[in-house]
């Protein structure tokens, strides 16, 4: 029987696995023994299985303007708890930081008159929202929900790539993951003590609850999507049916009296809570995009007297600017008197004349981001890069400096993967998601892990062409009874297929239907 590991060659990167050729991690000692007795046409259905539960539930994505399943890959990651209790410190920390940049500088502004950030970085940014000074969240929070994208470094050291406190997607694949795995690929689990990831939906509406406005004891919460056209529109659906809130689009709302209610076919019924997944720019065609054919007229001024609270905040996109990434680690010693747990990938800001010119001179050796990108739309990895595109990026860089930053170039770490009848090492990235309801800052233990498909491939983004992997964190005795409960929870849960997950971008291709697809947001 061949050695599906056969050839599987360690490279520059960190290897998730492998801490050597044909020595592997003690924390994948368990996914080891379960598929070294395999050969590949045992694998082989396997896989296929996975790919098909991933097709019955409609979990799909947009790549190349087709809806394609979302590829999962058979092996999980396995992070130690160690690991993990870094990364939830760290999680959190940015998480609060964050919170506190917002909330200053949106209010006060002592962040700016302290010159810990100028003023003209917040100025010049194309997701701060003046229209959003002054309102003051019921309980505090403006990050109900975040996904910080992090990487393991050459040296094994996790580093923060971006932070994403706007509209995070990707969580129904960790859920939609675990789910699949455990059919297809149960031995794995019986040695591996992993955490649970069922408990998302409900951490989220009690997050969603805690913000509801004074004096609502029984607030009442829905999910508002852009629609069926939207590449995350599966994620909007599951959530909302996993927390047991209405699914709603902009014009299944009414706003009257700086207060929002939803249409039902017994009458109008008040909202308390909107977790949007919308885009700022098309929420309130009074005071953004006044064509925008899926907001709400009214929605920001009944949430700046306090009527109804908004999930997340508007305007947290200022915090998602690449350019005010690179001043996290200060904010974090500015507001918690603390050093950053995690820190950030090597980053150059090229408002200094000396500094521009030496990252143009070296585009070919380095990472340009532009710093309102998402999705990986825009990046240029220099040592792939042909000339011309690199050509036409010192051009750019030189005429419009703000809009971008510049990163070394970080050999991300890779796991295995199976491709044709192989495993064979892949880079990989790490989202945890984080729900804070004002109390506590949870992060969901494991988070999701996306891989980059193509061999030496570094742009890891589904939209982009790449696939995922469960993420396990092996804990204790007591989390894995609750691994058990999970499993039994997600099992019991129907399948969901949504509507219109086909959509016909023929003759009839409507504005309303372009909107729904909107720009921006955090795509994964």
Known sequence: MADLFEGYELGAA??????????????????????????????????????????????????????????????????????????DRGVQQRVKALEAFLADVYGPGNVLNDGIVPRRVIATSKHFHREAHGIEPPNGVRVHVSGIDLV???????????????????VSYVIENRRALTRVFPEAFAAGRVRPVSDYPQKLLAALRAAAPPGVDDPSVVVLTPGVYNSAYFEHALLARLMGVELVEGRDLVCSGNRVRMRTTAGERPVDVIYRRTDDEFLDPVHFRPDSMIGCPGLLNAARVGNVT???????????????????????????????????????????????????????????????????????????????????????????????????????????????????????????????????????????????????????????????????????????????????????????????????????????????????????
Request: hydrophobic share 35%; aromatic share 8%; net charge negative.
């Open 14 to 87: 960190w290897d998730e696995t492998f801490a050597e050729p044909g020595l592997s991690r003690t924390s994948y000692d368990a996914i080891l023994s379960a598929l070294r007795p395999l050969a590949a046409d045992e694998l082989r259905p396997r896989v296929e299985a996975l790919a098909r539960a991933f097709m019955d539930s409609g979990v799909t994505f947009a790549y190349d303007g087709e809806e394609r399943p979302f590829p999962v890959d058979i092996v999980p990651r396995v992070l130690t708890q160690l690991e993990w209790d870094r990364i």
């Open 152 to 170: 393991r470094d050459e040296e094994g050291t996790f580093r923060v790539l971006e932070d994403n406190v706007r509209t995070p997607s990707g």
């Open 310 to 524: 908004l999930a997340n905040a508007i305007g947290n996109g200022v915090a998602d600017d690449k350019l005010i990434y690179t001043y996290v680690p200060d904010l974090v010693r500015y507001y918690l008197d603390e050093e950053p747990v995690l820190p950030n990938v090597d980053t150059y800001r090229l408002d200094d004349r000396d500094v521009l010119e030496w990252v143009v001179e070296r585009v070919d050796e380095l990472v340009l981001k532009p710093v309102d990108g998402s999705g990986g739309k825009g990046l240029v990895i220099g040592p792939h890069a042909d000339d011309e595109t690199l050509t036409r990026l010192q051009a750019r860089v030189r005429a419009e400096p703000r809009a971008w930053i510049a990163q070394r170039v970080v050999q991300i770490s890779t796991v295995p993967t199976f491709v044709g009848d192989r495993f064979r090492p892949r880079h990989a990235d790490l989202r945890p998601f984080a729900v804070n309801d004002g109390e506590r800052v949870w992060v969901l233990p494991g988070g999701l892990t996306r891989v980059a498909l193509g061999e030496g491939a570094l742009v890891v983004n589904s939209s982009r062409g790449g696939g995922s992997k469960d993420t396990w964190v092996v804990g204790d005795d007591e989390q894995t009874q609750s691994q058990r409960q999970d499993v039994a929870h997600l099992d019991a849960e129907h399948s969901l297929t949504p509507p219109g997950v086909a959509p016909d971008r023929g003759p009839g291709w409507s504005d309303q239907q372009q909107q729904q697809q909107q720009m921006g947001g955090e795509p994964c």
